[in-house]
């Protein structure tokens, strides 16, 4: 199990947004529709694809208790229903400007606001 934990919710929320507007929406090809998440030293990466397109999205500042970390987070849309979103006006929504933890397991993710 890896922790990955950051000050900004709304940073980590708007780069998997980010990076899910590139992820497949075939379903003959599940691992691309999800996204894939990489921490390098204090660098979170956010990567979407569909075999076409890519999108990257960085965030610094992240710790993780378990060092280096590759995984690929799988079915982004059910993943996006539950992150919080920007308001109308573009400010951070509920949920969305407090510290975030993710716990990553073999098949699971969770947030935790």
Do not use: W
């Not at 950051?6 to 599940?30: E, F, G, K, L, M």
């Not at 999800?34 to 660098?43: E, F, I, Y």
């Not at 060092?67 to 929504?93: H, I, Q, Y």
């Amino acid at each position: 199990m890896h922790t990955i934990t950051h000050d900004n919710a709304q940073a980590i929320c708007d780069a998997i947004r980010a990076a899910s507007v590139s992820s497949s929406a075939d379903t003959c090809v599940p691992i691309l529709q999800g996204v894939h998440l990489r921490v390098r030293g204090d660098v979170l990466t956010v990567t979407g694809t569909d075999r076409y397109r890519l999108t990257r999205a960085t965030v610094g500042g992240v710790t993780s208790d378990g060092g280096d970390l590759n995984v690929t987070l799988e079915d982004v849309s059910a993943l996006l229903k539950v992150l919080p979103r920007r308001t109308a006006t573009g400010k951070p929504g509920k949920g969305g400007t407090g510290p975030i933890s993710i716990e990553i397991g073999d098949t699971t993710a969770t947030f935790a606001f």
